[in-house]
């Protein structure tokens, strides 16, 4: 009996000692982890007005939220809402921290708030002479500058070049020299620097242009009949532009009180070019030869600051047997000798090139119709013949 009982006894202390060993572990307080906490906001843009935003956060058990912010230009209440001043451009680092709860340790994220400056529009983009493109946009008074990117890849994954500009007052810039004939895509951006870092505004959106020649011609009727430019832009792939009016001299070009003379000053000027085109009334190189020097001269000093080479577009004499040619005091073999020794002269006196027309007309006017019934205008034929001429003139130029 005794040893039974010891064995008892001894039993049911094993027991017990195990049951009260689970009891501990079951009543052992739980180790916490950091609150699962996460916040966001959305990206904001320049306004000139007070903003506000608020901040999304994540977190277990609805804990405790207090907020903070590394910048006095983005103020963050209690509550987590965002009070962004006016004008403010740049970035504020938000701090958010959740209290400790029954079952998480406190924790602690960071948040970053972007006010990017404005998004930009390009307001042209255009061919400016020498295979370069004229890019133009509205300046902003608030930012530190542009950045202007092209490429021949329209996602600008490569053969892209930029240009920054940290003048916020400049509101234009032209590329360099370009391939011609290619299509580039264009964007522009603002960015804000402060201090060592800077923020950039969207992309704009892309614009496109195909880079060609740029020819003007000046002149008079002779260069608009049967729309001649458009015969040149066909076969040079130019774009071409025309300032013309009928009967005009050159003289009337270069006087600005004039509709015809402000309109070719203001694109002579104004714009870029590769090649002007200079055409003068007939009988002004036979009649007035010194008066056409000298407008020669001031329109191929013009073209010169343009970036452009100027070309003669020497014309013709009037058609030998019409009334017109009989009402001159000259003959027909004299009134083109004139008008050949003006061009020419003027040609080399100011470097320039010579699209001579008229030195065909007078080789094949006795095979081919090459003027009107008025004796002076040029048919469809002759103009497709001094097409072929000053296209020829401007592509040799180009190497073609």
């Known amino acids: 009996m005794k040893i039974a009982a010891v064995i008892a006894v001894l039993m049911f202390g094993l027991a017990g000692t195990v049951v009260y060993g689970e009891a501990l572990a079951a009543e052992a307080p739980l180790s916490k982890t950091g609150n699962q906490l996460s916040a966001q906001v959305g990206e904001l843009t320049f306004s000139s007005s007070v ?19 590394d910048n006095s230009g983005i103020k963050v209440s209690s509550s987590g809402r965002l009070t962004v001043a006016a004008g403010f451009m740049g970035s504020a680092l938000i701090t958010v921290r959740a209290a400790e709860t029954a079952n998480y340790r406190s924790a602690e994220t960071t948040v970053k708030v972007l006010v990017r400056p404005p998004k930009f529009s390009i307001r042209s983009a255009s061919n400016d002479g020498g295979r370069r493109i004229k890019i133009t946009w509205g300046s902003h008074s608030r930012v530190s500058g542009y950045e202007v990117q092209y490429s021949t890849v329209s996602d600008f994954s490569s053969d892209v070049t930029g240009q920054k500009i940290s003048d ?73 532009y025309a300032s013309v009016q009928s009967g005009c001299w050159l003289k009337d070009h270069l006087d600005t009180r004039t509709d015809i003379g402000a309109k070719t000053m203001a694109a002579l000027t104004g714009e870029g070019w590769d090649y002007v085109v200079i055409q003068e009334r007939s009988n002004g190189t036979v009649d007035y030869p010194k008066m056409f020097a000298r407008k020669v001269k001031k329109l191929c000093e013009l073209a010169r600051n343009a970036g452009a080479t100027p070309v003669l577009y020497a014309t013709w004499a009037y058609c030998r047997d019409s009334s017109l040619m009989k009402k001159q005091e000259y003959t027909y073999s004299e009134m083109f000798k004139k008008i050949y020794t003006a061009y020419h002269e003027a040609a080399k006196e100011n470097n320039a090139l010579v699209a001579d027309v008229g030195i065909a007309f007078y080789k094949y006017e006795k095979t081919a119709e090459l003027h009107v019934s008025d004796g002076k205008h040029p048919t469809e034929e002759g103009s497709e013949l001094a097409a072929e001429i000053i296209s020829g003139v401007i592509l040799a130029a180009e190497g073609k």
Do not use: C, H
């Open 51 to 69: 903003q506000y935003a608020q901040i999304k956060v994540s977190r277990k058990e609805s804990a405790a939220l207090t907020f903070s912010s």
């Open 168 to 240: 916020r007052r400049v509101s234009s810039v032209t590329t360099g020299r370009l391939s011609l004939g290619k299509t580039y895509y264009i964007r522009l951006r603002s960015f804000y620097r402060n201090g060592n870092t800077a923020v950039y505004s969207k992309w704009s959106a892309v614009k496109r242009v195909k880079v060609q020649l740029k020819v003007l011609m000046i002149g008079n009727s002779y260069t608009y009949y049967n729309d001649l430019p458009e015969m040149i832009a066909k076969r040079t792939g130019a774009y071409v």
